[in-house]
C-alpha cells in the first residue's frame, strides 16, 4: 500500500506541477493582455456587446456579480475567470462561452475585466493593542493580531480592545480614465492617515471630511487609524472613493461603505417606454429634462435656453450615485455621449431669452412648447432608428428657423435633403414647410 502510494506520489506529482505551471503561465498571460490597451479595447467591445447586460456597462454588477471589486466568488485568479467564463453558470443564469467565442477573444475579454480592477488587492491588516487613549507610542511588542482580508475592504470592525491602532495595506486599483480620491464619509478624521507607495498624502477636503487624492491605476496604499479619545460607536469608518468634485461615489474602502455605494446604485433605463427625468446630470446645465428613448438614444431639452444641450447613446441614467443628503447632486448618463454643453443645438436669435411653457406627452413622447422672440415654438425628438433622430420644430407664422447645429465628427445632420453645415456661425436658415414644420434628422456614423 505505501508502495503503491509512493508510486502513485511520483507519478501524480508531475503532474499537478504541470497542471499547475501552465495556470501560473495563462494567470501572467492573461496579466500582461490586461495592459495591452490593443487587446482590452477588443475585449472591451465583447464585453459590451455580450456580458454587459448582466454585469452592467460599468462592471458593477446587475443579475450577474460585480466584476471589478475584489471579491471573486468563483476564483480570483485570472485562469479561473476565464475558465468561469468559459463555462459559465447555468444553475444562476450565466450562460457557457466557450462556443461563442474563440480562445484568443475570451481572453481578451478576461484581459478587459482585469483591467478595469478597483480598490483593494492583497489587503491585510495588522492591530496594535495601546495602553490607553493618548498612548501614541506603536511598537511592535503591542502587535496582538494580524490577517488578510480577502474581501478587499478595510474592516474597522477588527478591533475588540479599547485602544488601539489598527493599519491596512495593500495594493490598490483606482480607475484609469478619471481622477479619483479617498473620502471619510463618516467617522472623526484626527487620526486617520493614508500613505501612498510609502509617503504620507496630504489631507484635502474639510477639517470633518477629508479627502486624499489617489493616482490613476495600480498603487500601494496604507490606511492608519488609531482609536484615540472616540468612543466605541464612532469608529467604523466609511471611506469611499468619489471623483475629485465629490459628486459621485465610485468605489468602497471600507466594509461599511460597501452597502452605501451599492445602495446608491440605481440606474433608470427606457426598457420598453419613454421616459422623462427632471434630475440635474452630470455635464448638462441646470433646468434640463432629459428623455430617455428605449433605441437607446437620449438628449436633454434645457427649459432655459430652450436648446438641445445634450444627446448620449446607450442606456438612461444611474441617478443613484450621489453624495448622500445632498438633493441638487447630479445623475450619471449611463451611455456614451455625442455631445454635450457647451455644444449644442440651439437657436440664434437676436434677443436671448426664451419662454419655456412645458410640455404635453404626444404617444408617451414629450412635445416642449416654449415663446422666443414673440414667436411660438414647439419641438419634439423623434427616434427613427437606434442610430437616427428627427428633431420635429414647429413655430407659428412661416418666417424661417435659425439654429446652430453642434459640430460633431460621428454625427451627420440632414434637413430634408440638404445636408447641413455645422460650421456655419450665424447658423443654417431653414424654412419650415406648411405646417410650420422644421424637421432635422441626425444620423450617428458607425466608423
Ligand atoms: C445572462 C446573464 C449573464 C451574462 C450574459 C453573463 N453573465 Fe457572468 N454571471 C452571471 C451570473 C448570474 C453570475 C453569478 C453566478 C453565481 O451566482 O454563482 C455570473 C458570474 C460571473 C463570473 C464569476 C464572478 C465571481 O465572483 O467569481 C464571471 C467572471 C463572469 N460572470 C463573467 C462574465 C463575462 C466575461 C461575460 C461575458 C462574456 C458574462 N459573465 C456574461 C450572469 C451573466
Redesign the pocket.
Known sequence: MKRLTSILAFVLFPLAFAVNAFANNLDETLRVKSQNPQVTEQGQK??EQ??A???AKDLSGA???N?KDG?????SAPSQ?LN??KTG?LN????S?KGV?NEAELEA??AY?LSKREGWGNLTYKLYQLNGADDTHVTEDKLIKSGALPKGLADFSIPEVQHYFIEFEGDFYAPKDIDTQVWLQWGFPHELKVYMNGEQVEKGGTAWFPTWRLQRGKQHLKVTYRSGTTKPNQRNLILIGTNLDLTVKLFPLSTKAKGIVEEKKYEIKAAGEILVQRKRILDLPPSTISVGFPAKLNYGFNTKSCSVVGVWQGDMLNIGPNIAGRGEDPSLPLGEWLFHAPKQLKHVTESATCRYKGYRLEEDNPVFAYELEQNQYTLTVIPRSSNTLDFVYTVTGSQPIKLLIPDIPQVRWRHGDDQLSPLDPQGSVLKPSEGGRVVITATLQHP
Not at 471579491?71 to 476564483?75: K, L, Q, R, S
Not at 444562476?92 to 450562460?95: D, L, N
Open positions: 465583447l464585453f455580450i456580458c447586460s448582466c454585469h443579475t450577474g456579480f466584476l471579491e471573486w466568488v468563483h476564483g475567470i468561469n467564463v453558470f444562476a443564469g450565466m450562460p462561452f467565442f475579454i478576461v475585466v
